[in-house]
C-alpha cells in the first residue's frame, strides 16, 4: 500500500520549529514508551546504531530527550508541551541572534558605501526637497561650527524667527557665524531673527552685496544653490574636498570685511511722529552700523524722514564724522569697543 503524503499539523509544527525528519520520527517512537536503548530503537525504526545515536544526540542537545544514567543508557522522550517551550524559546534566540548578526550585516555594508560614496562623488546635485532635508541634517549633526552666507531666496528658515534646531545647536556649544545681504537685511522681520539668534549665541555680519547663498557644517560638508533666480532650482552638495576649502577660504574673506551686526534693544514705538529718541542714542548707532536703509531704519524707530535725516546729522556730529560713510564706520568702532554685551567678536 503506497505511503500517504499528506504531513500532519504536528508535524509541520516540528518541522518549523527546527526539527529534521529523522528527530521527528525518533521523537514520535519515544513518546508512547518509557526507557528505550538505541539498538531497540535502531532496530524498530531499520536505522545504523551510529545514526540513530547522533540523531539522539541532537534531539538531547535540543531539550527533547533525555537519558537514564546506566552504563547502557535508556532514552524517553520529554512531555510536547515542555518540548514546544524548549523549542520555541531556542528558535526566538536563533532569531534573536540572526537578527543582531543581519544589522551588523547592514551597518557594515552602509558604512562601505558611503565610504565609497564620499571617495567617488566629492559633489552631487539635489532637488530643493532633498537640499532641505539635508539642510535640518546639517543642523542636527553639527559638532563644532556653522559657516552661512544668507540671502534672498529663503529656504526653510521663517524671515522673523531662527529655526528651533538653529538655537538647540548653541545650546550644546556649536558656534555659527552668519553673513547677511544687506538686502535681507532691510526686509521686515529680519531684524528681529537676527537679535533672537545672536542672544541665542549666533555671529553676524551684514554685507552690501552677497554673490550667493552657502551653509557649511564643521568644514566637511557645504550646501548651495545652483540658481539664485530658482528658488525652487537643484542645489549643490560639496563634500570634503578642495571645493570646499576654497568655499570656506571665500567665507572667511568676506567675515574679515563685513560690517559687525550691533544687536541693540529698540525703545518702545512712539506715536508722536516729533519724537526724536533722543534718550537712544545707541540705536541708531546699531542700524547704522549694520547697513540698514533709510527707509528700514525710519520703520525700526517710527520716525519721520526729516527726524532721522536730523538725527543722522546730530550723530555724525558728534562722532567728529565729515560724511555719513565715516559717521557708519565709526558707529561700527564705538559699538564694538562697547564690550562683548553689544558683541560676540
Known sequence: MKRSSVVSPASTALRTLGLTPSEERIYHMLLPRDGTTVVEMAKGLALSLGGCQRVLNALERKGLVTHSPEQVRRYSAVPPDFAAEVLIARRQSDMHHARAEMAKLRDSLERGRDKGRRQERVVEILPPQAAARM???????????????????????????????????????????????????????????????????????????????????????????LHLANPDGA?????????????????????????????????????????????HPDVLLGLLASGLNDKSIEQELNVSPRTLARRIVELTTRLGASTRFQAGWLAAQAMLKQGPSTSRE
Open 135 to 225: 539642510f535640518s541634517q546639517f543642523l542636527r549633526d553639527a559638532q563644532t561650527e556653522i559657516l552661512c552666507l544668507e540671502r534672498s531666496p529663503g529656504l526653510v528658515s521663517a524671515i522673523d524667527e531662527p529655526d528651533p534646531a538653529y538655537l538647540e545647536r548653541f545650546a550644546r556649544g556649536v558656534r555659527s557665524r552668519s553673513i547677511t545681504d544687506n538686502q535681507l537685511l532691510n526686509l521686515p522681520g529680519t531684524l528681529t531673527r537676527l537679535r533672537i539668534a545672536t542672544a541665542a549665541g549666533e555671529e553676524f555680519r551684514t554685507c552690501p552685496s552677497l554673490p550667493f547663498k552657502l551653509v557649511v557644517v564643521d568644514r566637511r560638508m557645504a550646501l548651495l544653490p
Open 235 to 279: 542645489y549643490l552638495l560639496v563634500r570634503s574636498s578642495s571645493l570646499l576649502d576654497a568655499l570656506c577660504d571665500m567665507f572667511e574673506m568676506y567675515w574679515r570685511v563685513a560690517a559687525p551686526f550691533i544687536a541693540t534693544d529698540l525703545p518702545v514705538a512712539s506715536t508722536d511722529a516729533s519724537d526724536s529718541h533722543a534718550d
